[in-house]
């Protein structure tokens, strides 16, 4: 991959200073600028503003930039510069997609340097009471871990143009279109920093994350929470060695290990059984590893502590001492709700607009598949010229990636978070053990679920959806199928027909984002104000009867 890059300017909003990041290195070097703010009168005005920077933003600010006719973007982020948290992980299938995808749209590297780590095989433990080599599943998928440093240079080391602005978005969202720090017009919307200024965009994408302050989605409160303790670390004790870590191959990578057989402790045992949590390995080199105690989906949360303690208990019980602590992670992944309201100008995407798993907590691969429509959408819209609408431009662009079937395939994940939030331990056990007895693309496609992933055509649409459920129930244990099945009734008459419609072709479909448009066409009764005007007979109600609704678009400036 080249290491060559155009000049581009990078801004600091709190300073009078314009910083300039020279070309084919990391260092910014200040130049001399006018004794003028920044953002004088007006702000400056982009085709594409990106709020975030993390893999969501930045992979659609590249796919953006390396397009033929690449916009004109400003990624917003006081955290621009800092390297990214979390440990990502991936199945290779998933991953290889992708590469493709983006390497067709000049995004390159996905493959080589935005992998740490492959894995050709993946392991799961369900079962308790039997020696380890009986209750080992072995999954027919690869796994990669990626590189964080690696996958942001794919995105970032490269001929591409974009502007930085290294400050936050002071606006607040309260509601739809109802917002602190935001003036909309037909054309743009603009919006203020926490560094004083403001910057104005044709298109404004948020994308910083799942508790968003700029957009807004419902059933927050019904969210799930997906809490993991982390560390990468160096091992030894008597359960390392010959190609092993306590239970876990070091040639493999663990997907989950659920069983709990291993804790002498009665009432730790209870907890674990109520509050359930599974060991996810990713072994490293040598003896360096990359443990994480997980809790798939609680609420309330698992505790962080309850967390470090199993995992630490866990190796314990396999002789496997932790000997240097390289890295922690703490792991909060809010999972479920709706996807965005419609009808809001601020495009979200990532974990913002819903795209979490939200049965499994899956994202980076989902995101990724999901950037391509947004790029391809929001191209679109730039190119209509004087034709574009910023309200009309956010809604074709929502509708492109949440088509109403796209919409009933997360409604069918929506249902089984639920499901899995509510069980035990034995339940889950017996859950993932009839999921991955399901033929390879059932599993991977509900894994997957979303456009541009393998095999999600098993699962886009109502009836792929319903010969999956039906061929998983012949799989799972009857106690855990039961439980299935009355959960299916219960959740519909408390959640009305969300799931009905995502796998029977009953009770319509799930509104679409142009049909929240459908206001600014609306004329009320005509027919009461035409005959207002012919009883009043003064001759002036013509001018004054609106029987198309006015053009109020410049005049929702601050609605606060």
């Known amino acids: 991959m080249s290491n060559e890059r155009k000049s581009k300017a990078i801004f600091r909003t709190n300073t009078d200073n314009i910083y300039h990041q020279t070309s084919n290195s990391h260092s910014y070097t200040k130049r001399s600028s006018p004794q003028t703010s920044l953002f004088s009168t007006p702000p400056p ?29 400003a990624v917003i982020s006081k955290t621009y ?10 199945w290779v299938h998933e991953w290889y997609t992708l590469d493709e995808l983006y390497s067709s749209r000049g995004v390159q590297g996905l493959k080589t340097d935005g992998v740490d780590t492959t894995w050709d095989g993946t392991d799961c433990y369900f079962k308790e009471g039997i020696t380890d080599d009986e209750a080992r599943v072995e999954v027919g998928a690869g796994y990669v871990r990626l590189s964080r440093d690696g996958l942001k240079r794919c995105f970032t080391d490269k001929e591409i143009g974009w502007d930085v602005v290294r400050d936050n978005h002071a606006a607040k969202c309260t509601g739809l279109n109802v917002a602190k720090g935001i003036t909309v017009t037909k054309g743009y919307t603009e919006v203020e920093l926490e ?6 965009g044709r298109v404004v994408v948020d994308g ?12 927050r409160s019904e969210e ?21 870590v306590g239970s876990y191959r070091t040639d493999r990578m663990t997907l989950f290990d659920y069983r709990c057989d291993w804790e ?19 072994p490293l080199a040598d003896n360096k590893i990359f443990f994480e105690e997980t809790s798939l989906v609680a609420s309330p949360a698992v505790s962080f502590r309850a967390c470090k303690d199993r995992c630490t208990r866990r190796l314990a019980s396999m002789d496997v001492k932790i000997k240097k602590v390289i890295e922690e992670e703490f792991c909060y992944i809010p999972m479920g709700g709706d996807v965005t309201r419609p009808g809001q100008r601020i495009i979200p995407i990532g974990a913002a607009a819903g795209v979490v798993h939200p049965s499994t907590g899956y994202q980076v691969c989902r ?55 509510k069980q035990k331990v034995e339940g889950l056990q017996g859950f993932f053990s009839g999921f991955f007895e399901l033929p390879f693309p059932m599993w991977a496609g509900f894994l997957a679920g979303m456009k541009n992933l393998p095999n999600n055509e098993k699962h886009e649409t109502w009836y792929a959806r319903l010969i999956f459920g039906v061929t998983f129930l012949t799989k799972l244990p009857p106690s855990v199928g ?30 679409s984002y142009m049909d929240a448009m459908k206001f600014r066409d609306a004329e009320g009764d005509v027919k009461a104000k035409m005959e207002a005007m012919e009883m009043c007979g003064c001759g002036d109600c013509e001018g004054r009867v609106e029987v198309d609704v006015p053009d109020t678009s410049n005049a929702l400036s601050n609605p606060l």
């Open 45 to 73: 005005t982009y085709d594409v503003l990106i709020f975030g920077s993390g893999p969501t933003s930045l992979s659609l600010a590249s796919l953006l930039s390396s397009s033929p006719t690449p916009p004109k973007i």
């Open 81 to 90: 510069d800092d390297t990214w948290i979390p440990n990502y992980g991936s």
């Open 195 to 200: 560094g004083g200024g403001k910057v104005r």
């Open 208 to 219: 910083t994350g799942a508790e968003s302050k700029l957009t807004v989605r419902d059933k």
């Open 224 to 244: 799930g929470y997906q809490i993991a303790y982390g560390v990468e670390c160096e091992v030894e004790g008597e359960g390392v060695g010959g190609g092993k």
């Open 264 to 282: 002498e402790d009665e009432g730790k045992k209870s907890d674990m059984s109520n509050e359930p949590t599974f060991m996810y390995v990713m």
């Open 367 to 421: 995101t990724l598949g999901c950037n391509l429509e947004y790029a391809d959408a929001i191209l679109k819209e730039l190119g209509r010229g004087e034709d574009f609408d910023a309200d009309l431009a956010s809604a074709r662009i929502n509708d492109a990636v949440w088509t109403k079937e796209a919409i009933k395939q997360r409604n069918f994940a929506v249902f089984g978070g639920d499901f899995l939030m």
């Open 482 to 511: 039961l439980g299935l099945v009355s959960s299916i009734l219960t959740y519909t008459l408390k959640d009305g027909p969300n799931l009905i419609q995502s796998v029977t072709p009953l009770f319509g479909d799930p509104d």
